[in-house]
């Protein structure tokens, strides 16, 4: 694939086990203090009647930025924990990286922004040895707000029939274009069967392609797609009990054209890797 692919600290949280069989942290931030819990009319100045995501509406999303550039996309699933690309962090110093949280402008952008976004710097980059993720430990945590929250997992080995799923990121307008977007784009999709996504990729890439196992497949319902700059952005659906609340179900890992599927990381198969640092940083913040 010519080197890359296709495309003192407070106690924040706790874990829950709800009706909806969503695993995450409390946010005191919202009234609720539930993971998952969009904005669905923004926060702030910006509004765009529905044109784009309103400020604040997906508080998950981070912005990870190498040496002040946009690299990738992330995901909040504690307050000092981001979860991203495998393939974005490959070899990368933690000290060029930055976590930027609570906007929908990329680092591109200069402006007065209300509520004001937050960066962090990194202290660990821990890369999963052979599936394409990643967790990001911050330096210092995030206090959660209305505008910086987490995002809820799935329960292990969870299928997926979802019909509202999203993800959010600064990827390029399209795939012949060359710039990243300045304000956040949201890609309404729905979730592929495998076998049809591979028969898909296989007439696009090459007839001997294999899905692999650790991928789930989506595609978009709109116009806009998943392009190159939204790798490690957070693929997340309502649930069905309560459709403004979401789950992260996997992350941007390639995608080759509008096409065909975009695939993703399968979370429900690493939730044995990701929870014990989960637990560990929601516990005893800041002893990684």
Not at 39 to 61: C, D, M, S, T, V
Not at 199 to 223: D, W, Y
Request: aromatic residues 10%.
């Amino acid at each position: 694939m010519n080197g890359h692919w296709p495309l003192g600290l407070l106690f924040f949280g706790c874990f829950l086990l709800s009706d909806d069989r969503v695993i995450g942290v409390y946010a005191d931030g919202n009234p609720d203090g539930l993971c998952g819990m969009s904005n669905p009319r923004g926060l702030g100045e910006n509004k765009f009647n529905g044109a784009l995501p309103e400020k604040g509406q997906y508080p998950w999303i981070t912005a990870l930025l190498e040496n002040g550039k946009y690299l990738g996309g992330g995901s909040l699933i504690a307050p000092g924990l981001v979860l991203t690309a495998g393939h974005l962090m490959f070899n990368k110093l933690k000290t060029d990286i930055v976590v930027r949280a609570g906007t929908c402008y990329s680092e591109l952008v200069t402006i007065r922004d209300n509520p004001p976004p937050e960066s962090r710097q990194v202290f660990r980059i821990m890369v999963h040895e052979t599936s394409d993720l990643a967790l990001i430990f911050l330096s210092s945590p995030f206090v959660l707000k209305p505008h910086i929250q987490t995002i809820c997992l799935p329960r292990p080995r969870k299928s997926f029939r979802y019909g509202d799923c999203k993800v959010a990121g600064w990827g390029k307008k399209s795939y012949r274009r060359s710039d990243y977007l300045n304000y956040l784009k949201v890609v309404d999709l729905v979730m592929v069967n495998r076998d049809i996504c591979e028969n898909k990729l296989r007439h696009k890439l090459r007839p001997s392609f294999i899905l692999p196992n650790s991928l789930m497949c989506a595609e978009s319902v709109t116009g806009w797609g998943i392009t190159h700059g939204d790798e490690g952005a957070p693929l997340f659906c309502a649930l069905e009990r309560d459709p403004q609340r979401y789950e992260q179900v996997g992350i941007v890992s390639w995608s080759v054209d509008r096409d065909v599927p975009s695939t993703f990381t399968n979370l429900a198969m690493f939730r044995d890797w990701i929870d014990p640092h989960m637990a560990q940083v929601v516990s005893v913040p800041g002893n990684f």
